[in-house]
Each structure stands twice: as C-alpha cells, then as structure tokens.
C-alpha cells in the first residue's frame, strides 16, 4: 500500500547522540541502539509501529502517538543511523466490520476512506512515512502460513464453533518463554483477563486450553470477509498479523516495537510471543509505548466517541504546526488531557517563534555552521535525545528566545528536523 509524501528534513551539521528510549520490557530507559544487521551494510535501526484501525479518523490520540515514534526517527536520522520503518493498517477486524455494518457500508469502503484521511492527517503534521505500509489484508497468504507452522508443531490448536469450521488458537503455555513484555509480574491474572475481554480477546470461548489464549485464525463465518488459504477459508486474528508484517519487512530483531500503551497487553504481548514461536528469537529489543490522549475525562477512543479529529481542527482553519506544537508541549511516554488550552499556548508560542526566525539578520548565515556544546542544536539534541523529551525541547527554545539569542539559519533548521516544525516556508 501506498505510504504518505515524505516531509524535507534538513541535515544538520554534526550529528546527535543516540536517542534512548523507556523500554516497557525491562521498565528503563535504554539507548536505542541499530540492532539489525543487513548483510552487507551498517547496522540498522527498525521500527515497527502498530498502525490505525481505520474505521474511524485520526484522533489527537493517534496523532500523539505517531509524532512520539517520529520524534524517534528523527533523533535517529540525525544521529547518521540508517532506519527502516514499517506501519501496518489492521484493515480487516472485528471493531470496523462492525462500524460498517452500523453505517450500511461496504468494509472495504470504509477502511479505504479512513485510511486516506490518516495519511492526509500524517502529512499536514509532517509526520515521516514507514517505508512499507502493510494493510493486513495484503498479508493474509502469509499470515496463515504463519499460522499453518505453529499448527503444525502444535504452538497452535483448533477450537469448535458453531455453524463454522474450527478456529485456531496459539497456546500461550507452549511457548518457553512467552511473557517478553513481563507482564505476568505486573499483572495478576484477573487483571489480564479483564483487559484482554476489554481489548479484543475472547476469555469467556468454551474449548480454549487456557482462557488468555490469543485467536490466531477464524474459520469463514457467514456475511464476513474470508480468504482462501493454507488453513481453509477464513480471516487473521489480531496480534499475529503485526508479527508476521514485522518480521517480513524487518531485519529481526527489530529495534523498537512501539504503539500506545494500550497496546502493551494484551496485543504486543502475544504478538511478541507469536514472533518468538516462529523464530525462536524475541521479537524486538525495545518495547516502547505512548501514554493514552484523554479527553473530557476519558481516554479519547473511536469506541467511546469522544474524538478530537486532526482533520477537523485543519477544516476548521487551525495551522496543522499548532496542532503538532500543541502535542509535543506533552511528553510522548504520560498521560493527559487535551484542552482547548493546549492550542491557545501552542498559538502564542508558534507567533513568538516565527517572528524570531523571520528576524534573522545578514550576519547571522556565517554562524549558520557553527558546533559546540552551546548552540540550540546540541541543546536540542541533548535533551531530546533523553527519552524523547519534547516538552522539554520546546522549553528550551522558549528561553533561547527569550534569553535575546538572534536567530541564525542552523537553528531554525535544527527546529525543522528535530520537532518538524517550519518556522520559515520554503517558498518565503
Ligand atoms: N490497529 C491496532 C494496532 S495493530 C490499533 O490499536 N489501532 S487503533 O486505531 O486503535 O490505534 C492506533 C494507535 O493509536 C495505537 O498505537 C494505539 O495504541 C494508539 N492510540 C489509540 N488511542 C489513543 C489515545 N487516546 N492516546 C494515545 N494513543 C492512542
Ligand atoms: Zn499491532
């Protein structure tokens, strides 16, 4: 599938440190370090972040989400680290067949339309693309051969069910090691089945070896997609189709598997132990995770509606970079909530900042190149380079500004590639 257009990131001089990152595995923060080798060329750093479900478009959630994994990527490339970087769209999946069934529209339909509103939305915030965005159904012969594989060696077990062939299961006890994020620790197994009813799972299915165990195929059921297969007709279940895209497009182990924290049980759990079943190696080094967007008082979700659309702030006129400010005024990693404030602050700030940069004087250009440890650029770099702190990036610039440093071009094109913000059109 087609990504998004690329947004210009300026090459700075010099290069940045190692961005580290919080690790949800391992609960520290861990320099993120090029993990893959591919043959023949330096060390790369992978990616793989869990994409839409699109049924619905782009919330300030999502977008919070995908600009923190943005931030990391550019912190990469600023350091020379070569990344590749995979997306996947879970194109096909109970939530959106049912949201078309609710409006009278065709599945497909709906996944294609809020799929284009998401990479529009992406780029209007000069988010960077993946370079492979995956929908899964372009993955479902692979899926199921995955899925064939761990049947076979018997990771995977068949469940009865009524009116249909037998479903397929992934026996979470089979694998040795299957708890890669540590959730078993943190936990307590009321607590997992909870949110494994809340996000997607079936704990209460009669016939599963244990009640967690993850669907990995669903046999063809009337009036839902189906496709032919290794295993019969059917559909993919969740977790397995982020495994099986991420090993397929990445050097494994990954770098970095990232996605909201709602994503840390049950899914990148088990679709860390689905990957380690194939291949007997943990999936990725890093688990890294967003906090949850809330708004008026609860998580923002297309579940529950209570949605901020990227898509309708930029209809209704708000410059997406205030949007984009707006979001990395919070840290990537906490929870919180949005308020109409947080456009209002990010409105006064941007007016502050351009009028600065469209301040810069003829003299200024010779310092343009200019290193050192007291430049904005290596103030940048330095604190963003700590588990992504943007908010504290912004609060830099506030004071560089405030402080009477006059602009020079290197700073306002270390603002362009470190926070993706354009101070100066290209056109100007
Ligand atoms: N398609 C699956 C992942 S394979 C999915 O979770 N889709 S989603 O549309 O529900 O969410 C897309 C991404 O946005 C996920 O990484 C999710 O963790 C993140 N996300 C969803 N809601 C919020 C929120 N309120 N705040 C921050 N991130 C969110
Ligand atoms: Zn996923």
Redesign the pocket.
């Known amino acids: 599938m087609k990504a998004w257009t690329r947004p210009d990131v300026p090459r700075l001089a010099g290069s940045g440190p190692l961005p580290s990152v919080y690790d949800s595995s391992t609960q520290t923060v861990r320099e993120a370090v090029p993990s893959a080798r591919i043959e023949g060329s330096p060390p790369v750093a992978s990616i793989y ?6 049924y619905d478009a782009t ?4 977008a ?3 600009l923190g994994f943005d931030t990391l990527i550019r912190l990469w490339l600023d350091a020379g680290v070569e990344v590749r970087y995979v997306q ?3 194109d096909v ?1 109970d939530p959106l067949l049912e949201r078309a069934t609710r409006d009278g529209t065709d599945w497909r339909e709906l996944a294609t339309s809020q799929t284009d509103l998401f990479r529009s939305d992406m780029e209007s915030l000069r988010i960077l693309p993946p370079d492979h965005y995956i929908a899964v159904t372009e993955v479902v012969g692979e899926i199921a051969a995955a899925t064939h594989d761990l049947l076979v060696r018997g990771i995977a077990y068949p469940v009865d069910s009524e009116n249909a062939d037998q479903d397929l299961y992934f026996d979470s006890s089979a694998d040795s090691s299957p708890w890669y994020l540590g959730q078993e620790s943190r936990l307590d197994r009321t607590e997992m089945l909870e949110l494994s009813a809340a996000r997607g799972g079936d704990p209460e299915r009669v016939g599963k070896r244990d009640a967690l165990d993850p669907l990995l195929w669903r046999s063809e059921r009337e009036g839902e997609p189906s496709w032919d297969s290794v295993l019969g007709r059917g559909r993919p279940g ?1 977790h397995i ?2 495994s099986v895209i991420a090993l397929r497009y990445l050097p494994s182990p990954i770098t970095v598997n ?6 840390i049980f049950p ?1 990148h759990e088990y679709s860390a132990g689905h990957a380690a079943a194939l291949t007997g190696e943990p999936l990725a080094d890093i688990y890294a ?6 708004f008026e008082g609860e ?4 579940s529950l509606g209570n949605l901020v659309l990227v898509s309708s702030l930029v209809a209704s006129g708000t410059d997406p970079r205030l949007i984009r400010l707006a979001l990395l005024s919070e840290h990537y990693r906490s929870d919180w909530e949005w308020t109409a404030d947080h456009l209002e602050t990010a409105s006064v700030r941007l007016t502050t900042w351009t009028a600065w940069a469209a301040s810069a004087r003829p003299e200024a250009v010779s310092a343009e190149t200019s290193e050192g440890d007291d430049t904005l650029t290596a103030q940048l770099r330095r604190i963003l380079s700590q588990d992504l702190d943007t908010p504290g990036a912004v609060r830099d610039v506030d004071e560089w500004i405030a402080a009477g440093h006059s602009v020079t071009p290197a700073d306002v094109a270390a603002i362009d590639a470190l926070l993706g913000i354009q101070l100066i059109s290209r056109t100007a």
């Open positions: 972040v869990c994409g839409i479900t699109p919330h300030l959630g999502h919070a989400t995908y996947n769209t879970t999946d969740w189709e982020c990232g996605g909201g924290s709602d994503l899914h995770h967003s906090g949850m967007v809330a998580k923002m979700s297309k």
